[in-house]
């Protein structure tokens, strides 16, 4: 049973639009919610993560939007580049244990 | 290396062979995982080592799999008499610690296929 659930499971999206991918959790022990990129071939990187009593975070052109009360929270990736086709995993965490979302693959066209 | 190095990159191996996966984390890194991913999939947790002691095995998917790590460093996952479910990307992880919030880095993969 998959503890987080992600959507959409694509998108494309045009060079400078925004590309939002959405998350869905029901364990509120979850404390650290995490977002990954990954490129084919390599593995995931952490590109940007959040605690839940922050309802927004924001580094360059990525953004987490938080609601703690609705149990979701997503990524807004503005401005999109070809550089950010990639895949995009949501995650969360009790400790050491993350429960990742089964993916979004973004395409950006140029 | 700075990152995690994980060998082989690429495995293919026959049904009901023996393999071994190995990973070298992050030196300093005290907490090593190994997670699973198949095409299209997301990634399903396998283990969890502190040091050299794996106190979740929660995730290994039968008693064919097994995972050991030495020296508080390198670790190894083994898969027994593979079958062709067992193809997947095998991706090593290594953290700080293990609290949340502790960044876990990713190695590129073990990419398995067996035939």
């Known amino acids: 049973q998959q503890q987080v659930k992600q959507s959409p499971q694509s998108l494309i999206v045009q060079k400078g639009g925004i590309s939002i991918i959405n998350c869905a959790y029901e364990?509120?022990?979850?404390?650290?919610f995490p977002w990954y990129q990954q490129f084919p071939g390599k593995g995931p990187a952490l590109l940007i993560a959040i605690r839940p009593d922050v309802s927004e975070k924001k580094e360059g052109r990525f953004t987490i939007s938080f609601n703690k009360s609705a149990k979701q929270f997503s990524l807004h990736i503005m401005d999109s580049q070809p550089g950010d086709s990639a895949t995009y995993f949501c995650?969360?965490?009790?400790?050491?244990?993350?429960?990742f979302g089964a993916g979004t693959t973004v395409t950006v066209r140029a | 290396g700075a990152g995690v190095s994980q060998s082989p990159s690429n495995k293919v191996t026959e049904k009901g062979k023996d393999v071994e996966l190995r990973c070298d984390p992050i030196s300093g890194h005290t907490a090593l995982y190994w997670y699973r991913q198949s095409l299209g999939q997301g990634l399903e947790f396998l283990i969890y080592f502190q040091g050299n002691s794996a106190p979740d095995k929660s995730g290994l998917p039968s008693d064919r799999f097994s995972a050991e790590r030495t020296g508080g460093s390198v670790s190894t996952l083994t898969i027994q008499r593979t079958q062709q479910e067992d193809s997947a990307v095998y991706l090593c992880?290594?953290?700080?610690?293990?609290?949340?919030?502790?960044?876990?880095?990713f190695g590129e993969g073990s990419w398995l296929t067996v035939v």
């Open positions: 364990n509120t022990a979850f404390d650290y």
């Open positions: 992880a290594s953290s700080r610690g293990q609290s949340s919030g502790n960044t876990i880095y």
């Open positions: 995650a969360a965490s009790i400790g050491y244990k993350l429960s």
